[in-house]
Nanobody, 123 residues
Framework: QVQVVESGGGLVQPGGSLRLSCAVS????????AGWYRQAPGKQRELVAA????????KFVDSVKGRFAISRDNAEKSVYLQMNNLKPEDTAVYFC????????????????WGKGTLVTVSA
C-alpha cells in the first residue's frame, strides 16, 4: 500500500513561492504516476499536477499553469511541487499520491491519503 508524507507548506504572501515535497513508500515508485492534489475549505479535493513515471509527461490544472512545476526524483522516491506567484485562492491543504495508472491519479480514487501540508497565501 502506498504511503506518503507531505511537507513544505506554510504561510506565504501573495506573489511568493513555496516548494512542497512528498516522500513515497510502500510501492515501486519508479513505476508510478505521481500527483499533487489540494483541498480548500468547503471544496472537494482536486488534482493540481501530475507527472508520469519517467518524469516527462506532466499535467496541470488550468489555474496553476505557468506558475507551478512538478518534478520527481525516483532514486529518492520523492515528488515535488514548486509553486510560484502564489495567490490567495491557492490556499488549501496539499496532498500527494501515486499509482501505476494515469486514470487512478487523475481521478484521485486512491484509498490511502496522507495528512497533507497546509499552504496559506495571505497578506
Amino acid at each position: 500500500q502506498v504511503q506518503v508524507v507531505e511537507s513544505g507548506g506554510g504561510l506565504v504572501q501573495p506573489g511568493g513561492s513555496l516548494r512542497l515535497s512528498c516522500a513515497v513508500s510502500g510501492t515501486i515508485f519508479s513505476n508510478n504516476v505521481a500527483g499533487w492534489y489540494r483541498q480548500a475549505p468547503g471544496k472537494q479535493r482536486e488534482l493540481v499536477a501530475a507527472i508520469g513515471a519517467g518524469g516527462i509527461s506532466k499535467k496541470f490544472v488550468d489555474s496553476v499553469k505557468g506558475r507551478f512545476a512538478i518534478s520527481r526524483d525516483n532514486a529518492e522516491k520523492s515528488v515535488y511541487l514548486q509553486m510560484n506567484n502564489l495567490k490567495p485562492e491557492d490556499t488549501a491543504v496539499y496532498f500527494c499520491n501515486a499509482d501505476r495508472s494515469w486514470a487512478a491519479v487523475i481521478s484521485g480514487g486512491m484509498d490511502y491519503w496522507g495528512k497533507g501540508t497546509l499552504v496559506t497565501v495571505s497578506a
